[in-house]
């Protein structure tokens, strides 16, 4: 099985507004993802986890703040979000650090009003 | 960094019909080289992946080649069908690098 949820499938925020994005796996993967897409691009990376530790950050602004709180598990928590942050956020997973096949989530489409 | 570049961005086939997706990557220590399948409102999907110690490698109707003299690699499919229809994007990566180098997508539509 190779399968990443994430919850939920759709969300609206305002731009005061906190809220937060999870995404789970169960296939024993040590390097968890989040990807920004916007419309016809391709996902663009936004940070990865190693470990259960963040070992790449792709220069993202603070209001977009990772956690992972197990191996299983990865929340991406939003604050003051801008309109132009509303995009599909795909979570993936690997093996490990070194492994390349990623495996993504059917992902999270975050409106920002 | 790699930069991969992914050609037509647009493919209409019939139904039944091959189509064929290249791709050109400019790092040659790359090594890795997956293709994904992103239904409309859906996750890119896996479907197929190469590593550099082949050249070839099928799945049923999907196959990929890797030319790595050329830094080109492609996606065939056969017999294509109407749920062949996605975008579909080519990337390259080298082992141990967590960072994946997307092509820019393409569309393919197979019309019944």
């Known amino acids: 099985d190779t399968e990443v949820t994430q919850t939920p499938k759709h969300l609206v925020m305002g731009m005061t507004n906190k809220k937060s994005l999870k995404c789970e796996q169960h296939?024993?993967?040590?390097?968890m993802y989040w990807y920004k897409q916007k419309a016809k691009k391709p996902p663009e990376l936004m940070f990865v986890?190693?470990?259960?530790?963040?070992?790449i950050n792709e220069s993202v602004p603070s209001r977009f703040s990772p956690e992972c709180p197990n191996s299983s598990l990865l929340n991406l928590h939003l604050h003051a979000l801008q309109p132009e942050d509303s995009a599909l956020y795909l979570c993936?997973?690997?093996?490990?650090?070194?492994?390349?096949?990623?495996?993504f989530g059917p992902g999270t489409r975050l409106t920002v009003l | 960094g790699e930069n991969v570049e992914q050609h037509p961005s647009t493919l209409s086939v019939q139904e039944g019909d091959s189509a064929v997706i290249k791709c050109t990557y400019s790092?040659?220590?790359?090594?890795?080289f997956p293709w994904y399948k992103q239904e409309l409102g859906k996750g890119p999907q896996l479907i197929i992946d190469?590593?550099?110690?082949?050249g070839e490698k099928k799945d049923q109707r999907i196959a990929v080649t890797l030319n790595k003299t050329a830094k080109h690699f492609s996606l065939h499919i056969t017999e294509t069908q109407p749920e062949d229809s996605a975008v579909y994007f080519c990337?390259?990566?080298?082992?141990?690098?967590?960072?994946?180098?997307f092509g820019k997508g393409n569309q393919v539509v197979v019309i019944p």
């Open positions: 990337a390259a990566s080298y082992y141990g690098n967590n960072r994946l180098a």
């Open positions: 986890y190693s470990y259960e530790k963040l070992s």
């Open positions: 993936a997973s690997s093996q490990d650090v070194g492994t390349d096949t990623q495996y």
């Open positions: 190469i590593r550099s110690n082949v």
């Open positions: 296939m024993g993967h040590r390097a």
């Open positions: 790092d040659s220590a790359s090594n890795y």
